[in-house]
């Protein structure tokens, strides 16, 4: 990393042993590492992924940057906005700034909001990103289903919103991906099975990928709808195949 620069990281699913190599040189080069939290009062979950790697300089300095867990617009855009001045502050003290996020910079993350709003307002700025490892995969590996295969088709759903295009996607998918919320995932086996999605389909669960409370389950669409419990926290994801 180079002085007056902004990267923002991909620290994967959970799992230590996921970071990239090239993730791994970019977080000990940074002198600022900014990581997100919901609350004040609330750890983060990428700075906890990374820190068995930092390197403990004493000169690195760590910022959390509070992003609410809300659906209202204004809220999250005046948040964005702070967090992203915040760290154009740090880049134009000419420090190398590492943003941490969970997963990859550009899935579902609040790295693509900051990213926008800093090549807005500061375009000559240096900013850049390092892909981190995606959940899905990382899942797919553990259970032993393909994402995709052949001509297949893939949608991936946000879970904790609208779901009323679901049964639209299913019949045009083999596969169906839901990220970010376990708590809704008990509502979308109805919708499977209204869409065609035979009971012999793969319906996979996981939450807490990576860490030492991870839950892995694979069972079938039927066996889902039998009334079996579903991840109940908001790092989760499902995976749905086509039978």
Not at 147 to 157: F, L, N, S
Not at 172 to 190: C, H, M, N, P, T
Not at 194 to 208: I, K
Request: aromatic fraction near 6%; hydrophobic fraction near 45%; charged fraction near 25%.
């Amino acid at each position: 990393m180079a002085a007056g620069e902004l990267v923002g990281i991909g620290v994967g699913p959970g799992d230590p042993d996921l970071l990239t190599v090239k993730a791994v040189k970019a977080i000990r080069a940074a002198d600022t590492i900014m990581c997100p939290a919901s609350a004040e009062d609330r750890p983060s979950i990428a700075l906890s992924v990374a820190a068995p790697v930092m390197d403990g300089s004493a000169g690195q300095e760590i910022v959390k940057l509070v992003f609410p867990m809300t659906k209202d617009r204004g809220a999250l855009e005046a948040a964005w906005e702070r967090n992203a001045e915040a760290m154009a502050a740090k880049v134009a003290e000419g420090r190398r700034v590492a943003y941490l996020t969970v997963g990859d910079p550009h899935l579902y993350s609040t790295w693509i909001y900051m990213q926008r709003h800093i090549r807005r307002s500061h375009p000559g700025m240096a900013v850049s990103a390092i892909p981190g490892i995606v959940s899905a995969f990382t899942f797919a590996a553990k259970v032993g289903v393909s994402i995709a295969e052949g001509a297949e088709k893939v949608a991936i759903i946000p879970s904790c919103y609208d779901l009323s295009s679901v049964e639209e996607l299913a019949r045009r998918a083999e596969s169906l991906v839901f990220l970010k919320d376990g708590r809704y995932f008990d509502q979308v086996i109805g919708l499977l099975r209204r869409s065609g999605f035979p009971d012999d389909s793969v319906f996979a669960v996981g939450q807490d990928l990576g860490t030492d409370a991870e839950v892995v389950r694979r069972m079938t669409l039927g066996e889902a709808a039998d009334g079996r419990s579903l991840a109940t926290k908001y790092f989760s994801i499902l995976v749905v195949k086509r039978a």
